[in-house]
């Protein structure tokens, strides 16, 4: 091998290495992180990981301001007096909600008291199923009228398609439609968690109650099954 060729060997041995630590720097910094309970996250030994925390959601503790979803969450599983404060700019999903599981991932913020600045957002919340039996339809609720405003019952309908919203968003949660006559219609007031399978079209069984406004209230929303 003449001097050249070992010198082109050299330069090209370099680069490849320079482009291997590039790779490795850009592969670490967005490389799995750190699973750690709330109380660990709040220890302040993990404020230079990528951490995931998850925990339930703090029961009315959710705001949105400027596409930035701010709330807390607790672990069921251990002090639930420890809340940890995560900060997720982007939109929650419909299922979000009072006492849903969220997993949060992303890394701890000082600068105003100790809250996780999350990149990533997901919520869980276990299929729920509920018979359609005694419930209301929307078109025999809204017979009643004002005889049956706040007093609770089961409500029978479908999802409008398009109208689904996180909770905390200042909308209602979803409008239901009566399940023969889509044209009758009311909205649906919920903070709660609700099941992955709620969508567009789905049928749903709901309890709470009518509202004086005209909107329904609802304390809890469930899949027809």
Do not use: W
Request: include cysteine; aromatic fraction near 4%; glycine fraction near 12%.
């Amino acid at each position: 091998m003449n001097t050249k060729t070992k010198r082109r060997l050299i330069v090209v041995t370099g680069v490849i290495v320079v482009v291997l630590a590039i790779v490795l720097a850009v592969v670490g910094s967005g490389g799995a992180a750190k699973t750690v309970s709330v109380a660990e996250a709040l220890s302040g030994s993990h404020d230079s990981d990528r951490i995931q925390v998850s925990g339930n959601v703090v029961d009315n503790s959710f705001a949105t301001e400027d596409n930035v979803l701010t709330f807390e969450i607790f672990d069921p599983e251990g002090d639930e007096s420890q809340t940890l404060r995560v900060r997720y700019e982007g939109a929650a999903s419909s299922t979000f909600g009072n006492g849903v599981t969220a997993i949060c991932t992303g890394r701890l913020s000082t600068s105003n008291g100790v809250e996780l600045v999350a990149s990533e957002l997901v919520t869980k919340c276990p299929s729920k199923y509920e018979s359609a039996t005694d419930a209301l339809t929307v078109s025999r609720m809204i017979e009643y009228g004002d005889s049956i405003v706040d007093t609770t019952v089961k409500l029978a309908g479908v999802v409008v398609e398009g109208t689904l919203t996180a909770a905390g968003s200042g909308e209602p949660r979803f409008v239901v439609a009566d399940g023969a006559d889509a044209s009758v219609q009311v909205p649906v007031e919920f903070d709660g968690a609700m099941a992955d399978g709620i969508v567009d079209g789905t049928s749903v069984v709901i309890t709470g109650s009518l509202s004086g406004s005209g909107s329904f209230v609802a304390t809890d929303v469930a899949q027809e099954g």
